[in-house]
């Protein structure tokens, strides 16, 4: 009996060689047709990075540069890498992660028909974990279409294509297990991602998650795992970022830029929904604004829920962000308020975080105690840049340098007085460390207050 309804229902849902299945029916009997037609676009990447040997400072002298001399000391290094992207357009725009090809030197896009090509970088970000390539002197490629991933469901099938382990192009099967998933994983990226069970492993990153249409639901970036391999716990970039860093790669920007929300705030939990106003968890209550925040401007004040922007429901900061970044800079995006138990609807413009005021950046010289060191006044972009909280002041390390690198300093550090003297500007710390030799430096390092006592 078994038979004979395989019989009809393949009578009845003739399956072609290069037609996309339409029904369940259909799936149940292959996945064929919908991989011939997606995989052309997906791409095997290899990248080569020139890694830089770390020297100290007493490499640099003339006295000890004697006892580090060895075969290779100090000698750059080749670093090979593999992972997979996604061609999003036919002139050759490509989507993979920025932890596959962001610090290379050089890259090679391998098509599924073996053809190879050079591709440069046009915008990477490391802290969505995504990076815009081009391919050099090509055009008309295969490519997939992005999808709405705000129309993603849960329990939808999804294929997760990539390249894992260098085995070669692999197609894996799953549904979309989970929305929304916020925080770091284990690629780097932080933000909003969609769950899947499709099995990913090293190699796909960058490869892609599509639908049963063929369109592209995400770019696969990391997994949750103990042993190295996948346990069904994948996450994938939304496609929605991607256009928005598509769109922003073809602008000409060199670097992604997120709308500055300007406000720190936290998930409202059970303990808090009730007194709120809330029958249920739900939203990201207020708890700071800097002075040009627009969302200060807008209408908000600390102790306001947020609850949702443009319509979609937001839960925590990364959430509200994603949302913010996804409808664009220059635009303005309506954000749901709770005050008082009254939901009012207010608009508040996407912009840049401001350098203002100016950032005065200096970066000391040779002949500095701590040459090397790249300092910042601290205004919005700083602040965003370094991922500082929002009330913080003075002048900030954007770089330490060798020295300052030995001495203890690093990247977000804020000094806050030399030798007993306040320093506002980065120029002060230049010039209060002209001519000496023995140092006390006061540092704020998130919410420790550091002393660093040195001599050179």
């Known amino acids: 009996m078994r038979h004979i309804l395989l019989f009809l229902a393949l009578i009845a849902f003739p399956v072609h060689a290069q037609t996309v299945p339409t029904s369940a029916m259909q799936m149940q009997l292959s996945f064929a047709p919908l991989v011939n037609q997606a995989t052309p676009a997906v791409v095997n990447i290899y990248t080569r990075t020139i890694v830089q040997s770390s020297r100290t400072p007493l490499q640099s002298d003339p006295f000890f540069e004697r006892f580090f001399r060895r075969p290779g000391a100090g000698q750059p290094r080749v670093q090979n890498s593999l992972g997979s992207g996604v061609i999003l357009s036919e002139d050759g725009i490509v989507v993979s992660n920025y932890h596959v090809v962001g610090m290379a030197t050089d890259i090679r896009i391998v098509l599924a028909d073996r053809r190879e090509f050079s591709a440069k970088v046009l915008l990477s970000d490391a802290e969505s974990d995504l990076a815009i390539l081009k391919?050099?002197?090509?055009?008309?490629?295969?490519?997939?279409?992005?999808?709405?991933?705000?129309?993603?469901?849960?329990?939808?099938?999804?294929?997760?294509?990539?390249?894992?382990?260098?085995?070669?192009?692999?197609?894996?099967?799953?549904?979309?297990?989970?929305?929304?998933?916020?925080?770091?994983?284990?690629?780097?990226?932080?933000?909003?991602?969609?769950?899947?069970?499709?099995?990913?492993?090293?190699?796909?990153?960058?490869?892609?998650?599509?639908?049963?249409?063929?369109?592209?639901?995400?770019?696969?970036?990391?997994?949750?795992?103990?042993?190295?391999?996948?346990?069904?716990?994948?996450?994938?970039?939304?496609?929605?970022?991607?256009?928005?860093?598509?769109?922003?790669?073809?602008?000409?920007?060199?670097?992604?830029?997120?709308p500055w929300a300007g406000m720190s705030g936290q998930p409202v939990d059970a303990d808090m929904a009730a007194p709120l106003g809330l029958d249920r968890p739900g939203g990201i209550i207020v708890s700071g604004l800097h002075p040009v925040s627009p969302f200060l401007a807008g209408g908000f004040l600390v102790g306001d829920v947020i609850t949702a922007v443009n319509g979609q429901d937001v839960n925590t900061p990364a959430e509200m962000v994603y949302r913010m970044s996804v409808s664009g800079l220059g635009n303005e995006a309506v954000?749901?308020?709770?005050?008082?138990?009254?939901?009012?609807?207010?608009?508040?413009?996407?912009?840049?975080?401001?350098?203002?005021?100016?950032?005065?950046?200096?970066?000391?010289?040779?002949?500095?105690?701590?040459?090397?060191?790249?300092?910042?006044?601290?205004?919005?972009?700083?602040?965003?840049?370094?991922?500082?909280?929002?009330?913080?002041?003075?002048?900030?390390?954007?770089?330490?340098?060798?020295?300052?690198?030995?001495?203890?300093?690093?990247?977000?550090?804020?000094?806050?007085?030399?030798?007993?003297?306040?320093?506002?500007?980065?120029?002060?710390?230049?010039?209060?460390?002209?001519?000496?030799?023995?140092?006390?430096?006061?540092?704020?390092?998130?919410?420790?207050?550091?002393?660093l006592r040195f001599r050179i």
């Open 135 to 258: 391919i050099e002197n090509v055009d008309g490629l295969s490519y997939l279409p992005l999808r709405d991933s705000d129309e993603v469901e849960v329990g939808e099938l999804a294929l997760a294509i990539g390249n894992p382990f260098g085995v070669g192009q692999t197609v894996s099967s799953g549904i979309v297990s989970g929305l929304a998933r916020s925080g770091g994983m284990n690629g780097g990226g932080q933000g909003y991602f969609i769950q899947t069970d499709a099995p990913i492993n090293p190699g796909n990153s960058g490869g892609a998650l599509i639908d049963m249409e063929g369109a592209l639901m995400g770019i696969n970036t990391s997994i949750l795992t103990r042993s190295g391999g996948s346990n069904g716990i994948g996450f994938a970039i939304p496609a929605n970022l991607i256009r928005a860093f598509v769109d922003q790669a073809r602008s000409g920007a060199e670097r992604f830029l997120r």
């Open 335 to 451: 954000v749901t308020r709770l005050r008082d138990g009254e939901i009012q609807d207010l608009n508040v413009a996407l912009i840049a975080a401001p350098e203002t005021p100016s950032r005065d950046a200096v970066t000391l010289d040779e002949r500095s105690l701590l040459p090397g060191l790249a300092l910042a006044r601290i205004n919005p972009a700083v602040l965003a840049e370094l991922n500082l909280s929002l009330e913080v002041e003075g002048v900030a390390v954007m770089e330490p340098g060798a020295y300052g690198l030995q001495v203890g300093l690093r990247p977000g550090d804020v000094i806050l007085a030399l030798n007993g003297r306040d320093v506002e500007t980065p120029s002060q710390v230049r010039d209060a460390l002209k001519g000496q030799r023995q140092v006390a430096m006061v540092v704020q390092r998130g919410t420790q207050r550091l002393s």
